[in-house]
């Protein structure tokens, strides 16, 4: 039985990869940060589907180098995925020092423990297309320069770099994701498809009114979460480490987005959708469309969900949560303050 230490299962890719790996076979080690409320919601489910020692949660934080070292001389795993980062760009720049830290501290922590050992174990570090900038309409691939534009994107290239330095230096099993955006019904609630799809939900059902969101012209290539985790696997799988680019090859804008969303469920976005100042960012990524023949030809990934399917898989989601909020709201048990979300 194989073991996978996975930082950040309780996000969005942390949910998908550990169901895949725990559906595979795996024994999957998960780190959890400890806050005052238990916020491993996401994956209350794989914890009660496998409770036979196939998954196990430990308290760490990417600051913390000892920790990361010491669950992985218990654990000894095969494979690492470091999916855990601040991952919001707004967020990056109101909390750029933290941001930073994580960012780069948690990848440099696991590589100098990983290489401490006399183990192979395969390295993945989630690598992201915010790394490019998109200042141009090209498709990116993983010749494409980086130019980034925010904390969070600085982060991942020193991450990115840090991972290529010690696999070429110590003949390390260390590879880079660049995966473009990927989206879900457990995305987090302030990224902008969620942030659409939580209110095209909730506007149907009649408990709000309207979304406030900020630059709709900027465009990215969006894919399906449940695909993208494949894809982390395949690059552990393959005969050797390098860097692999994934992406839909289609990019699409915010308002499209919006459109589609609205559409779906029969209403117009122009109706609901407005824009404002607040939720824009001091230095915006305008364009990203990538480019994954790489990962085709050599991994055999390639996306499943097209655009619509994704968008129709978040908004039925979506309406059933709005469906029982609307319960509690009818019986005074939930007051609606999703109005004027921070970001
Ligand atoms: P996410 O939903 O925001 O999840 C981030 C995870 O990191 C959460 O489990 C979070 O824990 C954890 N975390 C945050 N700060 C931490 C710290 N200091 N120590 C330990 N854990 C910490 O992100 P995601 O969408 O799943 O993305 C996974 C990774 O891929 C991230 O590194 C992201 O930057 C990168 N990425 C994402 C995309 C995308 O489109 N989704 C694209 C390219 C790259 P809490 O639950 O406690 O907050
Ligand atoms: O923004 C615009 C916003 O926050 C997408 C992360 O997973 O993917 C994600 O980063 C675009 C931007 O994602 C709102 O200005 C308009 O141009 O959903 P987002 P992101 O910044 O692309 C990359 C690949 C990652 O690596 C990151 O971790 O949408 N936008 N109006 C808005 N964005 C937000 N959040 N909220 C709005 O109201």
Not at 70 to 78: A, F, K, M, T, Y
Not at 307 to 320: F, G, P, R
């Amino acid at each position: 039985m194989k073991k996978a230490l996975i930082t950040g299962i309780t996000g969005q890719d942390g949910y998908y990869l550990s169901k895949l790996l725990l559906e595979n076979g795996y024994e999957v080690h998960g780190t959890v940060r400890r806050a005052s409320l238990i916020n491993t919601f996401r994956i209350d489910e794989l914890i009660s589907n496998y409770r036979n020692g196939e998954l196990t949660l430990h308290y760490s934080d990417l600051l913390d180098s000892a920790s990361l070292s010491s669950l992985i001389n218990i654990i000894q795993p095969d494979e690492i995925y470091n999916l855990a980062a601040q991952s919001h760009v707004s967020v990056s720049f109101k909390n750029p020092v933290y941001t930073t830290q994580v960012g780069t501290l948690g990848s440099v922590s696991i590589l100098e423990a990983i290489r401490s050992k006399d183990k192979v174990i395969k390295f993945y570090q989630a690598s992201s297309s915010e790394m490019y900038g998109g200042s141009s309409k090209e498709k990116l691939n993983e010749s494409s320069p980086f130019n980034p534009k925010s904390p969070y994107a600085a982060s991942k290239v020193f991450a990115h770099d840090i991972t290529k330095i010690y696999r070429d230096s110590y003949d390390l099993f260390c590879v880079n994701g660049i995966l473009f955006n990927h989206e879900s019904p457990m995305r987090g609630e302030t990224f902008v498809t969620r942030k659409i799809t939580r209110a095209v939900g909730r506007i149907k059902m009649g408990i709000q009114k309207k979304v406030t969101l900020g630059n709709l012209d900027a465009s990215r290539d969006w894919g399906f979460a449940g695909d993208y985790v494949e894809g982390m696997w395949m690059m552990l799988q393959h005969e050797n480490p390098s860097d692999w680019v994934l992406a839909t090859g289609e990019s699409i804008t915010v308002k499209s987005f919006a459109e589609k969303a609205f559409e779906y469920v029969d209403l117009n976005y122009e109706e609901y959708v407005e824009s404002s100042e607040k939720y824009f960012r001091p230095n915006e990524v305008d364009f990203l469309l990538g480019d994954s023949s790489k990962a085709k030809k050599e991994l055999g990934w390639k996306p499943k969900t097209s655009i619509d399917e994704l968008i129709k898989i978040m908004v039925d989601e979506d309406i059933k949560l709005a469906n029982r909020e609307k319960v509690l709201i009818d019986e005074n048990l939930l007051k609606p303050t999703w109005e004027n979300p921070s970001s």
